[in-house]
């Protein structure tokens, strides 16, 4: 099977991440039911990084406001999806849709034509799998092992959103709006609501971009 | 708002997201241009936030090192599972000695 080891492996490192996730989100405070009902539901490990890391310090509704701004780029991968899945009745593609995440459209995009059906539906299927298993399985184990932080778990969040981000710094803009958003945060944490300095972070990498475009105008 | 009440929403959002995709003509210029620096500064913003604060504080502690080594091993790039464990490590380790 094409892709068999490239799915395997990065189903790996899904498990091992969702582990961590669990064992934090059990430290913020969620269940199982909790982290099963997102896991299954939202299906999105950056968006549910962003809503536990979140409310950990702010309040459920600045949680929801991370996790859907991280979640704006399942737009895209909706699209992608739909092209790869354009030969299937409505329905499966409605179903199908759910399934893309970060990983299986990379997979996806990646491979050769023939195979991107095929890839999608087996590392999409793979992936949530091990995402839901995992997480649940770290949830429970969370509450076992007492405190987090000794066992320096609370870096696990900083290093999953950094491992995202650095393969996306593909040009000089993004690369400013990153700095932006990153300066906004700071001089902005301090004066509001926790949760919120995201909101000053999206202003500044919008910015960012139109000054940039308006300026290759000039 | 209650949290389960946020994990229901995020949830609807989320779906809502990838669906809208079916009807999305995904090579409009002005998302292109947008989307790629909006994920970047939204991961940056989380990066500073899970970092460097607590609540409404800033704060320099061992998650600092945590990130220094991950990004060295993101810029490598190591697999993700490595990268977890080293930073980890890491602020467990600067934990220890501080």
């Known amino acids: 099977m094409r892709n068999g080891l490239a799915i395997a492996g990065v189903a790996a490192a899904i498990g091992s991440y969702g582990f961590a996730f669990g064992v934090l989100a059990a430290s913020a405070g969620l269940g199982w039911v909790a982290v099963l009902t997102m896991s299954t539901l939202a299906y999105s490990g950056g968006a549910q990084a962003a809503f536990v890391s979140t409310l ?39 179903i199908g849709v759910h399934f893309a995440s970060d990983e299986t459209i990379a997979l996806t995009v990646g491979a050769e034509l023939e195979d991107k059906h095929s890839t ?37 969040f900083p290093a999953v959103f950094v491992a995202l981000l650095i393969p996306t710094l593909t040009t000089t803009t993004i690369r400013v709006a990153a700095l932006s958003a990153a300066a906004a945060t700071f001089a902005v944490t301090p004066h509001v609501a926790a949760g919120l300095p995201i909101l000053a972070a999206v202003v500044a990498a919008l910015a960012t971009v139109t000054i940039s475009t308006r300026s290759s105008y000039t | 708002m209650t949290t389960a009440v946020a994990i229901a929403l995020l949830a609807l959002i989320s779906y809502l997201l990838r669906a809208s995709g079916l009807l999305i003509n995904e090579d409009n210029p002005i998302v292109d241009r947008y989307s790629g620096a909006l994920t970047a500064g939204i991961l940056a913003s989380l990066i500073v936030s899970s970092t460097f604060s607590n609540a409404t504080e800033l704060t320099l502690d061992a998650r600092a090192v ?33």
Do not use: C, H, K
């Open chain 2, 66 to 98: 945590g990130l220094i080594v991950a990004a060295i091993a993101a810029m490598r790039r190591l697999p993700l599972v490595v990268t977890l464990i080293l930073a980890v490590a890491a602020t467990a380790t600067a934990r220890l000695l501080t």
């Open chain 1, 56 to 94: 950990v310090t702010g309040t459920p509704a600045t949680a929801l406001l991370s996790g859907a701004l991280v979640n704006l780029r399942l737009g895209i991968y909706g699209a992608i999806s739909a092209r790869v899945l354009a030969t299937q009745s409505l329905p499966l593609r409605l």
């Open chain 1, 120 to 156: 999608y539906w087996r590392s999409g299927l793979t992936f949530f799998v091990v995402w839901v298993s995992s997480t649940m399985l770290g949830t429970l184990a969370g509450n076992a092992i007492g405190d987090p932080e000794t066992l320096g778990l609370d870096a696990a």
